[in-house]
């Protein structure tokens, strides 16, 4: 049975209640599966949310949380006595919001970058990201056309215009036939056991994407671009979130 991934409909939603399904046990070591989930599992260049688990007087720790096979594996930081009498109880779910909103943001941050250069129809197009607290970038194939302290100053000033308009960040469920509808830049390998979300900020190409992401671009307050770095034919650019100070 799949897990029905909750994440995708609510960033800030940080408590619910869940059924545990089964455990197991492998070389990261003990897991919960859940019939529902707000934790987010690491993936699509964004850490995995952490909290814990409880079930009546019996507290877990969820130290890493993955994606395997339609199921989401919540990792315990230790074993409880009860471990192996969990299948079938009712637990209490809560994630670490102020992690979960660091991560949100780093991922519309990138999300914005890649979307004012694509818009751009240019000789770069965004392939991959990563939306960590330390060293964020956004990968493209290709280079710059012209210079690249230029192209810098201009992605800067494209990005502080657009927080500042504060346009919402949309996102929708979509089959995979309708993605074609939706975006231009489509992955060649789309994960076939997670539903489809498009993720569209203002009049930027919507992206598939199954990350979390604040609802307004107010949120940010500020993405600075901190270096734009090009090497065999493909260029990051680094940035960070938040204001100085």
Do not use: W
């Not at 927080?163 to 996102?171: A, D, F, K, M, Y």
């Not at 830049?185 to 190409?205: A, E, Y």
Request: proline content about 5%; overall charge negative.
């Amino acid at each position: 049975m799949n897990t029905n991934l909750k994440y995708l409909d609510d960033t800030y939603a940080n408590t619910d209640e869940a059924v545990v399904l089964r455990i197991g046990r492998d070389d990261r070591g003990s897991y919960i599966v859940l019939n529902q989930t707000i934790f987010y599992p690491q993936g699509g260049g964004q850490p995995a949310d952490t909290g814990f688990v409880q079930s009546g007087q019996t507290v877990m720790n969820i130290s890493f949380v993955g994606f395997s096979d339609g199921e989401v594996l919540h990792y315990v930081d230790e074993e409880p006595p009860v471990f192996d009498m969990l299948v079938g109880r009712l637990c209490e779910l809560s994630v670490d919001l102020p992690r979960r909103l660091e991560h949100a943001k780093l991922h519309t941050s990138g999300h914005l970058i890649a979307g004012i250069i694509d818009k751009q129809k240019g000789s770069m197009r965004a392939v991959k990201g990563f939306h960590f607290p330390e060293g964020s970038y956004v990968e493209f194939e290709g280079k710059p056309e012209g210079d690249t302290d230029a192209l810098l100053v201009d992605l800067q000033a494209r990005i502080d215009s657009l927080i500042g308009e504060s346009p919402r960040v949309l996102t929708s469920m979509v089959t995979h036939s309708e993605l074609k509808q939706h975006c231009l830049n489509i992955p060649s390998q789309l994960p076939q056991d997670k539903p489809l979300r498009i993720v569209t900020i203002d009049s930027l190409d919507s992206v598939p994407c199954g990350g979390t992401h604040v609802a307004s671009l107010a949120e940010l307050e500020a993405v600075s671009v901190l270096k734009i770095k090009s090497k065999k034919g493909c260029t990051k650019i680094s940035y960070r979130v938040g204001k100085e100070g």
